[in-house]
């Protein structure tokens, strides 16, 4: 079997896993969580990031907390931010700064899921982004402009065109959601909210109206240019790094990806790897939209399973330290043959 020249890590709350494939699209592993008296019954990853260290760090929106393994052989290495410190929440996306510290993107608000996967917000929680330091401890709060809860999915770093300031940027969908209180609340967002981090400055707002309906998943592509999953329009949108809208690849160059979350570059940046949030899937496509091979169908598959997912990785086997061995020639565990540690099998059926 050739080795693969990199891997795709996607995260997968429906069955508590990180799921391993080659950069063809090919099932290769299970990352899996430990034992459920260390991080409780259901996990529900979602943000994923590889550290300076090499190793993979897990945002949770159900155990309301950051993980870390080593990539190569699932061995669990602890948590790195505990259940609900400083409020954290739902992790919805992790991502490491220029200055290694972490952010986390805090969903504090969300409560859990309707009958039919609807989210249910808490008005009274507060949604922001926690930044930790490169060993955990926490260091500060940005609160999103508007204040209150607005759904934050994804995070990114770019260079300000102008000052040549580092700068995150953060995403929030807004919309009508049911409460806890059995009521609707509206909340603020569709926005990427942007903050200086050589300033300090409060955030700011990058980019909103237009296109832009339920922002998720941010990077930056070729041509330095902001690639934006707009998920309630089935849309990828791009900006110039000014905030300023630049094109759009709608669902029609997308075949059968609905409600796309998540979407992240190949290591030589011809490739995108896409998530859909409602069709349970992902895709790799051309950075022009060219569909190359939905290699998770629609609705997942009996092995693969998959809904939900926002959590993505393109690596090489330098970004992580080695190689990753394909499931059955490695064994783990006493009664599974598995590569990487075992997760808890609990299935999140929302």
């Known amino acids: 079997m050739t080795t693969p020249s990199s891997y795709i890590f996607l995260s997968d709350p429906s069955s508590d896993t990180v799921k391993v494939f080659d950069s063809n699209g ?24 590889i550290g300076a260290d090499k190793n993979l760090y897990v945002g949770t929106i159900l155990d309301h907390s950051v993980l870390k393994f080593n990539p190569t052989n699932g061995q ?29 993107s805090n969903f504090a608000s969300f409560a859990g899921f ?7 917000i808490d008005p009274s929680k507060t949604d922001n982004v926690l930044v ?24 990114t770093f770019i260079t300000n065109p102008t000052n040549g300031h580092s700068e995150l940027l ?10 806890i209180n059995g009521g609707m609340t509206t909340i603020n967002g569709n926005a990427i909210y942007s903050f200086d981090l050589a300033t300090g400055a409060t955030g700011t707002v990058f980019a909103s109206g237009g296109q832009l309906d339920g922002p998720a998943g941010l990077s930056v ?14 849309k990828i949108l791009t900006y110039n790094l000014n905030g ?8 029609n160059t997308l075949p059968a990806i609905d409600g796309p979350t998540t979407q992240v570059f190949s290591p030589d940046n011809q490739e995108i790897v896409t998530t859909g949030f409602n069709s349970a899937n992902a895709a790799i496509f051309n950075s022009n939209g060219t569909l190359n091979n939905l290699f998770i169908p629609v609705g997942g598959t009996p092995t693969l399973g998959f809904v939900k997912n926002s959590g ?24 599974t043959v598995v590569m990487l540690v075992t997760f808890v099998k609990t299935k999140l059926k929302k």
Do not use: C, M
């Open 170 to 179: 953060a995403s929030a969908r807004g919309g009508t959601y049911n409460d």
């Open 114 to 120: 309707e009958p039919n996967s609807a989210p249910i």
């Open 244 to 251: 300023t809208f630049n094109s759009t690849i709608n669902s």
């Open 26 to 49: 090919n099932y290769l592993q299970n990352l899996t969580a430990p034992d459920p008296v260390t991080v409780g019954s259901a996990i529900g990853p979602d943000g994923l990031a």
């Open 132 to 155: 930790f330091s490169p060993t955990g401890q926490y260091l500060k709060t940005l609160n999103l402009p508007d204040g209150g809860a607005q759904v934050p999915l994804g995070l």
């Open 76 to 104: 669990y290495l602890g948590t790195f931010v505990t259940s609900g410190e400083h409020g954290l929440g739902s992790a919805t996306d992790i991502k490491f700064g220029p200055n290694g510290d972490l952010y986390v």
């Open 221 to 234: 592509g070729p041509n330095n240019l902001l690639y934006v999953s707009s998920l309630d329009n089935d």
């Open 312 to 335: 993505a990785l393109w690596v090489t086997p330098a970004d992580i330290g080695g190689f990753v061995v394909p499931e059955p020639l490695n064994i783990l565990g006493a009664a």
